[in-house]
């Protein structure tokens, strides 16, 4: 009677293996939700604060996204504040969309090399090459930017040197190797036999790489491109010691212009917690996080029609 | 099974390690032997001299010294985050801050120049010419006599007390034209020195060899013109406090606005003392004559 109790007992109860399983969940789940909690919270206060412009400020949202004067402590003639966000959020977009497509070539052109021109060399060299640009910080690029890229321009452009050229040439170098290394995975992710079914149909090597590889890996090909932009859409550090920071619509690339980041940047010290000018730049703020967002939804879909095919 | 336990120990200890460690320095700022100051990056390099100077000759006390910028000095101050809040402008000047609440300490007096690249090749501006340049009125240096450069401009963030007290005494309360914009004083004259055409302002610590200073209807930008006002362009360095000082924050703004002080570091860092100060000015920027000390 006694015997069976205990076995009883000994079966009913968790064993060891059991409660581990309940442990390693538990600490997993803690970890998930500590994140979560993180990004809703950074989420919830930017948008209160971003939102603040709106609702306590009275700022009309379209006077914020198509105005083109940035003067957040000085009221215009109708007794509104100057809160045009357009100069900034076009020369986000500006920079971002022409660092990537300087990028793009040279960053696929690396890839093929390195996965299907020549393996051997491209595991040697440029892998780690490419891996060091991305141990590079940011300032160290800024400071090039400012040292080698500013006077160049000026010297081959004309003006200050400071604009959105400057500021693409530093983006180029600074994405490029994010660009590089995740066009690398996509095409190491196409499968062998496209290539030995290309080769054996009589099609040479680049018309295999261009016709077959190319093609099968342009889903991953354009999450890299959009992660890139992503990057390059952020940067705050490098882009503002060589854009110029002026809150002018550029109208030319060698014109001193600014960037969603540059003005956050120079202007967070300079404004009172609660006030307009603060708010007005948690506003921008807002933007910049929304637009990361959409780079986001973009990577998803692009992941999301890669696996139909 | 072993190695298992040892990490899990590990980590145990490691935690307990932190918490005791956070615990202990919970305590030790809630002494009262700590202070902050936060704000102005102008005014940063003589708060942390000092601070340095004092808690060496007053052990057990610690003086924790940040930047972030005028706005955000005040800001703090206001909210009772800090101790003292540092800036380069008089609170009432600066929009948000409610500036009955906070209490004036003036510690130093920083003389603000224009600066200019030097292959211009200007020495002099009349205010009105200083006018046209930074409002876009002319846009190159031939036309008030300079060489023909077009004119770079290059203006402090906006909220910068450095710009806004450029624009209320060199400008006459006239705008800047939006142009570019840099959040330092060192980052501004590097450019000014590398871009030709191009003109700023910086306080008179930053003027060197590799810019051109101006003066201002033929008065030189000196110590002894901005004595006597003769050099308009100035302005106080202050630290705010909430309400009258206590303690260690007492202790510390007398120490700073002591002659140990003011006669040695003050001068030594490039600022002005405002002993030396011929005449006052308060917040409306009204001038009055002091017989000075």
Known sequence: MKSTQQLERQLKRRSKAAKLEIWGRMVSLTALLLIVAVVVGIIGFVASKGIATFTSNHVNLWDFLSGKNWNPGI??????????????????????????????????????????????????????????????????YGFIGLSVVVPTTRALFGGSGFGILSGTCVLFVMILPTVTSMSADALRAVPRYYREASLALGATQWQTIYKVVLRAATPGLMTAVVFGMA????????????????????????????????????????TVMGSLQNNALWSLALVLLLMSLVFNLIIRLIGRKGRLQ | MSKKRWVQGLVLVVLVALGVFAYQTRQVSHAGESITAVGSTALQPLVE?????????????????????????????????????????????QKGIRAAELVDHRVAVVGITPIINKR??????????????????????????????????????????????FEQFGLMKHRSKTAQEQDSSGMVRSIVATTPGAISYVAFSYVDKTVQDVSLNHVAPTEDNVITNKWPI???EHLYTKGQPTGLTKAFIAYVQSPAIQKTLVRQLGYLSPDQMLVERNAAGHITKTGGA
């Open chain 2, 120 to 165: 211009v090749g200007i020495k002099n501006l009349s205010t009105h010419q200083l006018i046209q340049v930074f409002t876009g009125q002319v846009t190159n240096w031939k036309q008030i006599g300079g060489a023909d450069l077009p004119i770079v401009l290059i203006n402090r963030a906006q909220g910068s007390g450095t710009r806004a007290t």
């Open chain 1, 75 to 140: 009221t215009d003639a109708h007794g509104k504040p100057e809160v045009g966000a357009l100069p900034m959020i076009v020369g986000s977009f500006l920079i971002t969309i022409l660092s990537a497509l300087v990028a793009t070539p040279f960053a696929i052109g690396t890839a093929v090399f390195m996965n299907e021109i020549s393996p051997n060399k491209g595991a040697k060299i440029l892998q780690p090459v490419t891996e060091l640009l991305v141990g590079i910080p940011s300032v160290v």
């Open chain 1, 231 to 270: 990057r390059a859409f952020g940067e705050a550090l490098a882009v503002q010691m060589v854009i110029g920071n002026a809150a002018l619509m550029p109208n030319s690339l060698v014109s001193p212009s600014s960037t969603l980041t540059s003005v956050l940047t120079t202007g967070i010290g300079n």
């Open chain 2, 49 to 93: 001299a000092a601070g340095e100077q004092y808690t060496s000759e007053h052990l057990g006390t610690f003086i924790n010294v940040q930047g972030g910028g005028t706005g955000t000095g005040l800001s703090q101050i206001q909210e009772g985050a800090v101790q003292i809040g540092d800036s380069d402008l008089f609170a009432a000047e």
């Open chain 2, 234 to 236: 100035w302005s106080y």
